[in-house]
Antibody, heavy 117, light 107 residues
Framework: QVQLQESGPGLVKPSQTLSLTCTVSGGSISSGSYYWSWIRQPAGKGLEWIGRIYSSGSTNNNPSLKSRVTISVDTSKNQFSLKLSSVTAADTAVYYC?????????WGQGTLVTVSS | DIQMTQSPSSLSASVGERVTITCQASQDISSYLNWYQQKSGKAPKLLIYDASNLETGVTSRFSGSGSGTDFTFTISSLQPEDIATYYCQQYDNLPLTFGGGTKVEIK
């Protein structure tokens, strides 16, 4: 059974960079034709896809976040990571990592990141 | 971006009642649509993929239909454990986009 777990600071100051890591267990991040995505959800609001990475390292990001997003993969650790730069209060949200084939079939439990000084 | 419009945004129904949620895409997405259930404080859970395929282990009370721009998600007989917010999601084009969600409550 594949499991995903987000980790990283729960509090980030405005203008700084948010950094999160998703650790995958129960399966190799390199096997199969899967994408590994980041999705976020502000409190009381809907879901927003941030971006994804393939095991080869190729990425796709949501243009709404402009060039603030960097997603990387470390296959040796079975992890992928998110960096979101120049954060503001609008980036406060629960951040999820998820595996995607065509559907998001496995999700992490989510981690709350608050942007505040 | 493909806009996904769900309706209603919330509904209240009795136990045992049939519940229908619609999702409209701003352009043709064929059958590239998934449905998720999100209970309070939890991650979303995949229910239906490719518009009408039930995910393994998911109750057959849930079903999906549609193609092109108009899609429907149905709960055949609402149960208390179905209280949640339901989201549609398209994967025809990047960026991947979700509907705004439908909150289902018990009357």
């Amino acid at each position: 059974q594949v499991q995903l777990q987000e980790s990283g600071p729960g509090l980030v100051k405005p203008s700084q960079t948010l950094s999160l890591t998703c650790t995958v267990s129960g399966g190799s991040i390199s096997s199969g034709s899967y994408y590994w995505s980041w999705i976020r959800q502000p409190a009381g609001k809907g879901l927003e896809w941030i971006g994804r990475i393939y095991s080869s390292g190729s990425t796709n990001n949501n243009p709404s976040l402009k060039s603030r997003v960097t997603i990387s993969v470390d296959t040796s650790k079975n992890q992928f990571s998110l960096k979101l730069s120049s954060v503001t209060a609008a980036d406060t949200a629960v951040y999820y990592c998820a595996r995607q084939w065509s559907q998001f079939d496995y999700w992490g439990q989510g981690t709350l990141v608050t942007v505040s000084s | 971006d493909i806009q996904m419009t769900q309706s209603p945004s919330s509904l209240s129904a009795s136990v045992g009642e049939r519940v229908t949620i619609t999702c409209q895409a701003s352009q043709d997405i064929s059958s590239y649509l998934n449905w998720y259930q999100q209970k309070s404080g939890k991650a979303p859970k995949l229910l239906i993929y490719d518009a009408s395929n039930l995910e393994t282990g998911v109750t057959s009370r849930f079903s999906g239909s549609g193609s092109g721009t108009d899609f429907t998600f149905t709960i055949s007989s609402l149960q208390p454990e179905d209280i949640a917010t339901y989201y549609c999601q398209q994967y025809d084009n990047l960026p991947l986009t979700f509907g705004g969600g439908t909150k289902v409550e018990i009357k």
